[in-house]
């Protein structure tokens, strides 16, 4: 008996012909250029069936479709910039107390066009809000579990083993909260992310977001303009695009594999809404590695070189002149680039594995010349 070409078509097959929306849809390539779906076996569908896609993309080799924010409730384009910096106070001693209110959510989420994602998040969107502070803050996140499974906020940071979010230190059941307390320490580009058990199971449902700690000037005399250069707020910082990235992938048919690869969670978003950048201002992009299952994922950019600052823990480059950086899971670092000496026009950026990228982890610059 013939094997039905879902079982036939494994990923990495599927990527010789085209590429791969998954979840229900396999997009493939027919030999006229145009893409095909391959719909797997349920109770409506007794035979598997080929058929041409309705709305092709104009581009071959990306995902079809879009994905419209109004469903999910996120967009990964506001996502780059939309930094959540809490509820400020001060403590009696005068230091600044910063309070995060997070809950964890199941929510049924929209990874390409027409694939659905059954998630866990946080604050029902993944990644999760972007949370920034200033180096020395005191910080009180406040988590509500109001999802189906226990969860947790596992920071990476300096902190006590006894808000670490890890069973038996801050793992809390579905109907109950908890409390993480601890000083923004070290600054730099960081993560947070669930760490109940399996932990893989939790990442790859889509606990996890971006966590940035601003450098104080006052503590860093030697390197003030840099310090001020990335505080959110300063007329130095202001000079700046900042973006942050976090690169994810989701397993939609849990074989623990992926099906889509993305930077903030949609396949090829960056493809079909290019992120305008203007030509005389220099970019800096907090990259964030939490995809579960492969080993490595890296960041690539076209036509030009970056410096990069490895967990964004030092005001001095750990790495000059660089177009490519890899970072296992959990790994991240912030990149400095200008456009202000290139032409103008669309520059690619993109995981330099190539199967990533045409899973959907590949994105485009439209480098535009603003009039000032
Ligand atoms: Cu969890």
């Known amino acids: 008996m013939r094997t039905p070409i879902w079982q036939r078509l494994s990923r990495r097959r599927v990527l010789s012909g085209g590429i791969v929306a998954a979840g229900g849809a396999i997009v493939g390539a027919l030999p006229n250029g145009r893409p095909a779906v391959a719909q797997p076996p349920d109770a409506s569908h007794g035979a598997n069936v080929a058929t041409t896609a309705t709305h092709a993309s104009a581009n071959p080799m990306i995902t079809v479709g879009d994905v419209g924010s109004a469903k999910n409730g996120f967009d990964?384009?506001?996502?780059?910039?939309?930094?959540?910096?809490?509820?400020?106070?001060?403590?009696?001693?005068?230091?600044?107390?910063?309070?995060?209110?997070?809950?964890?959510?199941?929510?049924?989420?929209?990874?390409?066009?027409?694939?659905?994602?059954?998630?866990?998040?946080?604050?029902?969107?993944?990644?999760?809000?972007?949370?920034?502070?200033?180096?020395?803050?005191?910080?009180?996140?406040?988590?509500?579990?109001?999802?189906?499974?226990?969860?947790?906020?596992?920071?990476?940071?300096?902190?006590?083993?006894?808000?670490?979010?890890?069973?038996?230190?801050?793992?809390?059941?579905?109907?109950?909260?908890?409390?993480?307390?601890?000083?923004?320490?070290?600054?730099?580009?960081?993560?947070?992310?669930?760490?109940?058990?399996?932990?893989?199971r939790h990442i790859s449902k889509g606990m996890y977001g971006a966590f940035i700690v601003d450098p104080d000037p006052a503590r860093h005399p030697e390197s003030v303009a840099v310090a001020q250069s990335r505080l959110l707020g300063t007329a130095e910082n202001k000079e700046w695009q900042e973006l942050v990235m976090v690169m994810n992938g989701f397993d939609t048919n849990f074989d623990r594999k992926n099906e889509t690869y993305a930077v903030n969670t949609i396949a090829h978003h960056f493809m079909k809404h290019?992120?305008?950048?203007?030509?005389?201002?220099?970019?800096?992009?907090?990259?964030?590695?939490?995809?579960?299952?492969?080993?490595?994922?890296?960041?690539?950019?076209?036509?030009?070189?970056?410096?990069?600052?490895?967990?964004?823990?030092?005001?001095?480059?750990?790495?000059t002149t660089v177009d490519t950086v890899m970072q296992c899971q959990a790994q991240r670092g912030i990149l400095e680039f200008t456009y202000r000496k290139h032409e103008t026009g669309a520059y690619m950026f993109h995981a330099h594995q190539s199967e990533f990228a045409e899973l959907g982890w590949m994105g485009m610059f439209d480098v535009v010349a603003v009039a000032s």
């Not at 226990?150 to 808000?163: D, K, L, T, W």
């Not at 590695?289 to 970056?306: A, K, P, Q, R």
């Open 76 to 200: 990964p384009t506001a996502m780059l910039t939309d930094w959540e910096t809490g509820t400020v106070s001060q403590l009696p001693d005068g230091r600044t107390l910063r309070t995060f209110e997070i809950e964890g959510q199941d929510k049924e989420i929209e990874i390409a066009s027409g694939v659905l994602f059954p998630a866990w998040t946080y604050n029902g969107r993944v990644p999760g809000p972007t949370l920034r502070a200033t180096e020395g803050d005191h910080l009180r996140v406040v988590f509500r579990n109001r999802a189906s499974h226990p969860h947790s906020m596992h920071f990476h940071g300096i902190h006590a083993a006894r808000i670490d979010g890890v069973p038996g230190a801050g793992l809390i059941e579905p109907g109950q909260e908890f409390v993480y307390e601890f000083d923004a320490l070290p600054f730099g580009c960081h993560l947070y992310h669930c760490h109940a058990l399996p932990l893989r």
């Open 274 to 319: 290019p992120i305008r950048i203007d030509h005389d201002r220099p970019v800096r992009i907090y990259l964030v590695n939490v995809l579960e299952f492969d080993l490595i994922n890296s960041f690539h950019l076209h036509g030009n070189f970056f410096d990069y600052y490895d967990h964004g823990t030092t005001l001095i480059p750990t790495l």
